[in-house]
C-alpha cells in the first residue's frame, strides 16, 4: 500500500543555456580562461622567486679581462676588468687565480703609483657597468708566476650574489689594457 500522506518530493530541474547562445559561450570557455591565469600566476611566481631559467643566472657579465704583464720579475701584475651587472646590486668579494700568490683589491686616487687603499669587496651597482684598472679601483695579482704578453691566465671571481665567475685574462705588454 502506498502511503498518501508522505509529502511529494518536488521536482528541480537544470536550466542550461541554448547552445550558441552567449551564456552558453561564457560556460564554454569559463574552465580554460581559469586553467590560463592560474598557470600564468604560477609562472610569473616562478621567475619572481629567481626560478631556474637562464634570465635568473645571468647576473654579471665579464666582458673585458686584461693582465698586464709585470715590469720587473715578482712585481705585481694589474688587472683590467670591464663587468657588466644585469641585476639588483652585488660585491666582488674574492678573486682567485694559480698564476699569483694572492690578489687583492686595490683603490687609488688617480695614479697607478703608492700602496692604494686595500679593499675586502668592491661595490658592483645595479645595473651597471664597472671599469676596474689601476688608475681607480685595482685587482692586483701580488708575487704572479713568470708570464708573457699574448699568453692567457685563468681567473675566477666570486661575487656575493652572483656566484662564480670564471674567465681567460689576456696577458699583455706591460701598461697596457
Do not use: K
Not at 46 to 60: A, K, N, Q
Amino acid at each position: 500500500m502506498i502511503d498518501q500522506t508522505a509529502p511529494a518530493r518536488p521536482v528541480t530541474r537544470t536550466v542550461r543555456p541554448a547552445e550558441g547562445s552567449p551564456g552558453w559561450l561564457v560556460r564554454a570557455a569559463l574552465a580554460p580562461v581559469i586553467c590560463s591565469v592560474l598557470l600564468l600566476g604560477l609562472l610569473s611566481a616562478w621567475v619572481v622567486t629567481g626560478g631556474d631559467g637562464t634570465i635568473s643566472r645571468v647576473r654579471i657579465e665579464v666582458t673585458e679581462a686584461t693582465l698586464a704583464e709585470p715590469t720587473q720579475p715578482g712585481g705585481p701584475a694589474a688587472m683590467y676588468l670591464t663587468m657588466v651587472n644585469f641585476s639588483g646590486a652585488d660585491r666582488l668579494v674574492s678573486v682567485t687565480t694559480s698564476a699569483a700568490q694572492r690578489v687583492e683589491f686595490v683603490r687609488r686616487q688617480g695614479t697607478a703609483q703608492g700602496p692604494g687603499q686595500q679593499l675586502t669587496s668592491i661595490s658592483i651597482p645595479a645595473r651597471a657597468t664597472v671599469n676596474l684598472n689601476p688608475f681607480t679601483t685595482d685587482v692586483v695579482l701580488v708575487d704572479p708566476v713568470p708570464m708573457t704578453a699574448g699568453g692567457t691566465v685563468r681567473i675566477t671571481l666570486r661575487f656575493a650574489g652572483a656566484g662564480r665567475v670564471t674567465v681567460a685574462a689576456a696577458v699583455t705588454p706591460p701598461g697596457t689594457p
